[in-house]
T-cell receptor, first 113, second 114 residues
């Protein structure tokens, strides 16, 4: 199993550009989520999904869109990048049952200039 | 609403000494509690979890955690710290009330000095 994969590892964008961060998992997990990690802020939930076709907003959803057309994939779209979106982004997946831990991808480091 | 507090931004300990990283939580229903570790430039890795049963949970790399229901705490411990334990540690909680969404603490940076 590859676990949770994320691409790209690094990305530099100019303000106003759009892009998609890819996330895929091969563990047949129902639950997938996107977090951003900023110094001193811990992990903040952007969007999450409890199954294919079902998504919902987390703590900091503005400026981001998601979709979940398959169980495996959960892409995160930045609509019009802003310097405030400079961060490290992590995708995670888990079984839908609360007793199960999450599996995290290696992260995407995004810089918006 | 559920919440997690990690009261220390940083914990310093000498190699060979015991370490404790603190976590307290608030949740509806029975808690499912987790510890994760993040090494530099890596994603989070699962260390251990409490579901039910014994209050002392053993996990990876010699770590253990003690669940205390009356104090709503889940402190991470290790009897003898290694320099290689230096990392960022996150506590997380999921409630049994049906929420899929785990809540994470802000993280504690553990620094083990040689």
């Amino acid at each position: 199993n590859a676990g949770v994969t994320q691409t790209p590892k690094f990305q530099v964008l100019k303000t106003g550009q759009s892009m998609t961060l890819q996330c895929a998992q091969d563990m047949n997990h129902e639950y997938m989520s996107w977090y951003r990690q900023d110094p001193g802020m811990g992990l903040r939930l952007i969007h999450y999904s409890v199954g294919a076709g079902i998504t919902d907003q987390g703590e900091v959803p503005n400026g981001y869109n998601v979709s979940r057309s398959t169980t495996e994939d959960f892409p995160l779209r930045l609509l019009s990048a802003a310097p405030s979106q400079t961060s490290v982004y992590f995708c995670a997946s888990s079984s839908g049952q609360p007793a199960y831990e999450q599996y995290f991808g290696p992260g995407t480091r995004l810089t918006v200039t | 609403a559920q919440s997690v507090a990690q009261p220390e931004d940083q914990v310093n300990v000498a190699e060979g000494n015991p370490l404790t990283v603190k976590c307290t939580y608030s949740v509806s229903g029975n808690p499912y509690l987790f510890w994760y570790v993040q090494y530099p430039n890596r994603g989070l890795q699962f260390l251990l979890k409490y579901i039910t049963g014994d209050n002392l949970v053993k996990g990876s790399y010699g770590f253990e955690a003690e669940f205390n229901k009356s104090q709503t705490s889940f402190h991470l411990k290790k009897p003898s710290a290694l320099v290689s334990d230096s990392a960022l540690y996150f506590c997380a909680v999921r409630g049994s009330g049906g929420s899929y969404i785990p809540t994470f603490g802000r993280g504690t940076s553990l620094i083990v000095h040689p």
